[in-house]
């Protein structure tokens, strides 16, 4: 015989466990389980129980059992019982719990932010959500058995296939499905490649860049040496005798501007004379607005850069799935820091996002919002033209953010007066790495992707009334 019973959404709505223990047999077992289920608002009133036979069946007893139980306990008030409604859990006072602490009185609710203006989200309110739907439909559809059982570490063949064509005509990447990884994001890919023991530091970073990138390398125990930035990016002619350097070269982040092509040849010359490696961040490469698109530095020399990519700029951050398109020597490496089954990445949201490549729906997301983007940028240079020609934009020929030079002095207070008009935005200093010899000034850092079309405009206007006068 049975000792529990897991009943299913079919029978009674909703999933219930009942233990069939304790003295006076089967049927004593199953009053008890009933009632303390019933007084505890595990099954709540108006519940209806399953009929005799299928409980009978379940706990492998005879169906008098069963109806002998539920018989008890209508006449205990505990459960009703009409001709064709079945048997249902009584409409009855709450059920009896201990008495609680009289608690105390609630702090008064801080309210959010009425604007929401901070970098590196895409406005949620425009996810694709038809055409998304329409992919996990046909990759669902067309699946064979094998996805529903373990993943493989390296992800789906189909991922990685579309991704070798999408990568090599949007961004120069040269790569074949054996050499990329699957993973959840920029940060699981770091947590990998560090935490995996597959690299190791110290690494060069650029002196702005996220600060949770730099708590995720320190809590794998890698020391970060910070390079200068000037108006061509990343001065890795500064670079030493690090093994890496991690670079988001298409747009660095958050100052804005690629990475000038001489120094992109001049990092790839490092990494082959020191055996290096170099980490490229395309972030946000898909969005440029006023310049020539700028293939990925990975293209120069596929075997010295690891290019790092996912869809939480150009989709969302919902979507967990990232991608590595690794060097030859390190596949093996990163599979086995990854483990024999796949954990993190989704096997359907991988086909899902196949099939939303393969058929063209990503390249019109991404044009679609590109266009939307750029019309966002321009609003908030045209804002800052006519209420504060004094405040210099830069870092707005691509990305999803704008950089707002401030006169020296004036960061601090330009932020505290941007929470006392609702705005929610990040001062430059938040960004510079704490070694950084050097600062790049006052400045705000404004995404403009981040807020719905309807509050875009007044979210504009309240940053204008927040900025320091000229």
């Not at 219930?16 to 004593?28: I, K, S, V, Y």
């Not at 203006?117 to 996990?136: K, N």
């Not at 890698?222 to 747009?251: Q, S, Y």
Request: glycine share 10%; aromatic share 6%.
């Amino acid at each position: 015989m049975a000792d529990s019973w897991v009943n299913s959404a079919e029978r009674i709505g909703a999933d219930l466990h009942l233990e069939l223990t304790g003295p006076g047999g089967r049927r004593a077992a199953l009053i008890r389980a009933l009632r303390e289920a019933v007084r505890s608002g595990r099954l709540a009133p108006g519940t209806r129980l399953p009929p005799y036979r299928s409980l009978a069946a379940d706990l492998g007893v005879a169906r008098n059992t069963v109806a002998d139980a539920y018989a008890e306990l209508v006449a205990e008030g505990w459960l009703t019982a009409r001709q064709g409604s079945g048997t249902r859990v009584a409409e009855r006072a709450q059920p009896l719990r201990p008495a609680a602490r009289v608690p105390r009185k609630a702090p008064p609710r801080v309210r959010g932010p009425r604007h929401d203006l901070t970098q590196g989200t895409p406005d949620a309110s425009a996810f694709p959500r038809t055409a998304w739907l329409a992919s996990y439909r046909r990759a669902l559809q067309q699946a064979p058995n094998e996805v529903f059982g373990p993943g493989d570490p390296a992800g789906r063949a189909e991922l990685r296939e579309a991704l070798t064509e999408y990568l090599a005509r949007a961004r120069g990447v040269r790569t074949e499905p054996g050499r990329i990884v699957i993973c959840s994001g920029f940060a699981h890919a770091l947590r990998l490649l560090f935490g995996g023991g597959v690299l190791r530091g110290p690494l060069a970073v650029e002196a702005y860049g996220l600060g949770f990138h730099r708590e995720v390398l320190a809590a794998a125990g890698v020391r970060t040496v910070p390079l200068p930035l000037d108006e061509h990016g990343a001065r890795v002619d500064r670079l030493g005798h690090e093994r890496a350097v991690l670079l988001t070269p298409a747009h660095q982040f958050p100052t804005g501007g690629p990475l000038q092509p001489a120094r992109r040849t001049a990092v790839i010359d490092w990494a082959r004379t020191r055996g290096g490696l170099v980490l490229e961040d395309d972030y946000d490469g898909e969005f440029r607005y006023d310049r020539k698109p700028v293939g990925a530095v990975q293209g120069l020399d596929p075997e010295h850069v690891i290019h790092i990519g996912s869809v939480s700029k150009s989709l969302s951050p919902a979507v967990r799935l990232g991608w590595m398109v690794l060097p030859e020597r390190h596949v093996g490496a990163v599979l086995a820091a990854k483990g024999e089954r796949e954990a993190w990445a989704s096997v359907l949201d991988q086909l899902c996002l196949a099939d939303f490549i393969t058929s063209g729906a990503y390249d019109r997301h991404v044009r679609r919002m590109r266009q939307r983007y750029r019309r966002r940028r321009d609003r908030l240079v045209a804002a800052l033209a006519a209420h504060a020609p004094h405040i210099e934009v830069t870092g707005v020929a691509a990305g999803l953010h704008a950089v707002l030079r401030l006169p020296p002095g004036t960061e601090a207070s330009a932020v505290k007066a941007a929470v006392w008009q609702g705005v929610c935005l990040d001062g430059l200093a938040a960004f510079r790495h704490p070694a950084a010899d050097t600062a790049a000034g006052d400045g705000l850092v404004v995404g403009y992707a981040t807020p719905s079309e309807h509050a875009y405009g007044p979210a504009l206007e309240a940053l204008c009334r927040a900025l320091p006068p000229p």
